[in-house]
């Protein structure tokens, strides 16, 4: 919706498996879409990864449980093709669809809407090798969770204990879209956020560690020191956001300027933040007209 940066959040992360972690293979048909990571060639060898988009797609699950549990309605159904956030709006007004969407699309996107967060492929670190599981298996029926009769294959996983290394950038955001996402990567590094396929037979338990987010914020005037600033302290409340947009910090933030950007860090984790986050996101749930 803005061509130019305001602000931005970003962060490099480290996943750890904490029990076996299911892989996609070309044979395996069953929970097939499910499955991460997947294998690639890569400095000259066959690798597993975990896509961006699948991490993304747990990520905004576990934001969305977050969001209903402060307002039904908060996130959309992604199975109501009547929602507004489905629809294609007519309308070429980027303020009025961005308004019109419920918090999740705000934040992750929607069929009209690009969304705020990218996040990257994680790979292993440089050099390290993984010695995949050989599970033998009965297919996991995608539908009941059971077996699936017939469908007999050996699956694949990364065992337990395995690290890969990604980044998460949030672009333009509102305050409480930053708490949102910390909130979220702050129940992933506790175990609470599964990834993958098999999730109910005690697949996909991971963690994550974030040692530093780095904020950034576009323009002349120096930003305070005990809060970050959301895109509704530029925008004054068009498009909807709030025009004291900031989420106060327990620490004093640091900020250097490099031309007409600010910069600052904050080291993780982020649990006595916590407090603060949840209110940014419970205040703005319940504000919202929809
Ligand atoms: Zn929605």
């Known amino acids: 919706m803005l061509r130019q940066l305001v602000n931005e959040a970003r962060f490099a992360l480290t996943l750890t498996t904490t029990g076996p972690l299911l892989i996609r293979s070309g044979q395996a048909r069953l929970g097939n879409s499910d499955m991460v990571p997947v294998q690639t060639f890569r400095d000259g060898d066959w690798q597993v990864y975990v896509p961006g988009s699948s991490l993304k797609g747990a990520v905004r699950s576990h934001a969305e449980r977050l969001l209903r549990s402060i307002r039904a309605d908060a996130a959309c159904d992604p199975f109501d093709g009547s929602s507004v956030c489905r629809s294609r709006s007519e309308s070429p007004d980027a303020a009025t669809i961005y308004e019109s969407l419920c918090c999740a699309c705000r934040l992750f996107g929607s069929l009209t809407?690009?969304?705020?967060?990218a996040i990257g492929d994680c790979y292993l670190p440089r050099g390290a090798r993984v010695r995949l599981e050989r599970r033998n298996g009965v297919g996991i029926d995608r539908l009941t969770g059971g077996s699936s009769t017939g469908a007999l294959f050996d699956l694949e996983a990364v065992p337990s204990g395995v690290s890969f290394e990604g980044s998460v950038r949030l672009?333009?955001?509102?305050?409480?879209?930053?708490?949102?996402?910390?909130l979220v990567f702050e129940d992933l590094a506790q175990g609470f956020v599964p990834l993958g396929g098999g999730r109910s037979r005690g697949y996909g338990a991971v963690t994550a560690t974030i040692p530093l987010l780095s904020v950034t914020w576009c323009g002349m005037e120096r930003p305070p020191a005990d809060a970050i600033w959301g895109l509704g302290q530029r925008l004054r409340g068009a498009y909807g956001t709030k025009e004291e947009d900031r989420l106060p910090t327990n620490t004093a933030l640091n900020w250097s300027r490099q031309g007409v950007r600010w910069q600052a860090t904050i080291e993780g984790p982020f649990e006595a933040l916590r407090g603060t986050l949840e209110e940014a996101v419970v205040t703005a749930a319940r504000e919202r007209k929809r």
């Open 171 to 182: 672009r333009n955001f509102e305050a409480w879209q930053l708490a949102l996402l910390l």
């Open 113 to 117: 809407y690009a969304g705020r967060v």
